[in-house]
């Protein structure tokens, strides 16, 4: 049932260690439900509304439709997924993965929601959105693991101020969450 990363045997870089546990989003599913919720509230809706005012037909229906499945589209998130030396983002059509043991840069998008851009010395990409690393620990462990390779290797090259500034929020969430289930906040 789990997609299980690939062992990358091309390119310059061989995968040189053993395939090992592959940590995921384990919110993606909750939000995958609230897409569907959201999408199927706001068709229901006008659909009813169409109805009652007695305005519906087949082209407004097919509307409604395509309006509700681009905001399904809009909403759903990527699924990722973090191995020993990957991370994989899975979108609705298309899935980008880079190698997290050889990245060359690690850097903030400018824009409304906030995303990381990790890219590696092949030339792949990956977008994700760092609030995923911030409440899944293991996927940030296995990734600050494999950053602190690509640190060592001398790949990376720009970054490190990036996920400083990823690692100080993580410690501030968890520090939070700490206080918080302990009731001294």
Same mark, same amino acid.
């Given at each position: 049932?789990? $997609?299980?990363?690939? /062992?990358?045997?091309?390119?310059?870089?061989? !995968?040189?260690?053993?395939?090992?546990?592959? !940590?995921?989003?384990?919110h993606w599913a909750g939000e995958r439900r609230s897409a569907v919720g959201v999408a199927s509230l706001l068709y229901t809706a006008l659909i009813a509304m169409d109805t009652g005012f007695g305005e519906l037909d087949a082209t407004r229906g097919a509307l409604w439709t395509g309006l509700a499945a681009l905001l399904f589209v809009i909403l759903l998130p990527s699924r990722v997924s973090v191995g020993p030396g990957l991370l994989s983002a899975r979108g609705l059509l298309v899935e980008h993965t880079v190698r997290t043991d050889f990245l060359v840069s690690v850097r903030w998008s400018d824009g409304v !929601? /906030?995303?990381?851009?990790? $890219?590696? #010395?092949?030339?792949?990409?990956?977008e994700i959105d760092p609030t995923?690393?911030?409440?899944?620990? !293991?996927?940030? $462990? $296995?990734?600050?693991?494999? #950053?602190? #390779?690509?640190? /060592?290797r001398g790949t990376l090259l720009c970054g490190a101020t990036a996920l400083r500034q990823l690692a100080e929020r993580i410690d501030r969430e968890t520090a939070h969450t700490v206080f918080k289930v302990s009731g001294l906040r």
């Open positions: 049932m789990g $997609r299980r990363f690939v /062992q990358l045997t091309t390119g310059a870089h061989a !995968a040189a260690e053993p395939p090992g546990p592959v !940590a995921r989003d384990i !929601a /906030q995303r990381m851009i990790l $890219r590696d #010395t092949e030339g792949s990409q990956a995923v690393l911030v409440r899944n620990p !293991a996927m940030w $462990r $296995r990734l600050d693991m494999d #950053t602190r #390779t690509s640190i /060592q």
